[in-house]
């Protein structure tokens, strides 16, 4: 079957760094894509990798292992307002998002 | 670019009834849509995948005759919940795919939601 997994809740500070990480199973790859969800809102893009290696925009980052079936979203300088859900999701071979549960990410003061 | 809007973006209506929600690409024709429902902390579940022009291809599991979805052009796509119940309150997404738009061809824009109530 296709499985994403990622930490179901993670905290930390304002001003720090965090890395959420997803691992995956699924039947072929083109392609995974973090996006950002506030709660009561719809996601919003992040990142998409298709590649190996890291991709940086800004405060964030996102990394991709395919042998490894691994990738990580890395925010830094953390602000209040990153407190969200962050989901991770994988492009099967018939080109369908296969989405992870998401991440919360509560930041502290 | 790559806008995508919802609306109503809240509805409450009565147990029985029918609801109709509508989700336009505003800046790009999207020849694909994407119809997702979110219960409350839960990640998103596709429910159906809607093709502008033919019929939409359902995810096992979600009726078909009960959640009617026309995609008549190439900038709106509908879902309509039949004879809703409480157990279909829930936040109702859609997105679209961009070919042309910059970056992955791949990319989902989502719309802001709707969040149907039915008592």
């Known amino acids: 079957g296709q499985n994403i997994d990622q930490p179901t809740e993670m905290t930390a500070t304002e001003g720090a760094i965090v890395q959420i990480n997803c691992t995956y199973q699924t039947s072929g790859f083109n392609g995974l894509f973090w996006y950002q969800q506030h709660a009561g809102e719809a996601p919003t893009f992040l990142s998409y990798?298709?590649l190996d290696g890291l991709e940086e925009k800004g405060r964030f980052s996102s990394f991709l292992s395919r042998s490894k079936g691994y990738s990580y979203l890395l925010l830094k300088e953390l602000q209040m307002k990153d407190s969200a859900s962050y989901l991770c999701?994988?492009?099967?071979?018939?080109?369908?998002?296969?989405w992870g549960a998401g991440t919360k990410l509560i930041i502290k003061p | 670019g790559a806008v995508v809007s919802q609306h109503p973006s809240w509805v409450i209506c009565k147990s029985g009834t029918s609801v109709k929600i509508e989700c336009r690409s505003l800046?790009?024709?999207?020849?694909?849509m994407f119809w997702y429902r979110q219960f409350p902390k839960q990640s998103l579940m596709l429910m159906a995948t809607s093709n502008e022009g033919s019929k939409a291809t359902y995810e096992q599991g979600v009726e078909k005759d009960k959640f009617l979805i026309n995609h008549a052009s190439l900038t709106l796509s509908t879902l309509t919940v039949t004879s809703a119940h409480p157990e279909d309150s829930s936040f109702y997404i859609c997105?679209?795919?961009?070919?042309?738009?910059?970056?992955?061809?791949?990319?989902?824009?989502f719309g802001p939601g709707t969040r149907l109530t039915v008592t």
């Open positions: 990798n298709v």
């Open positions: 999701a994988v492009m099967d071979s018939n080109y369908q998002l296969i």
């Open positions: 800046d790009f024709q999207a020849t694909t």
């Open positions: 997105s679209a795919r961009c070919h042309e738009c910059q970056g992955s061809s791949y990319e989902q824009y």
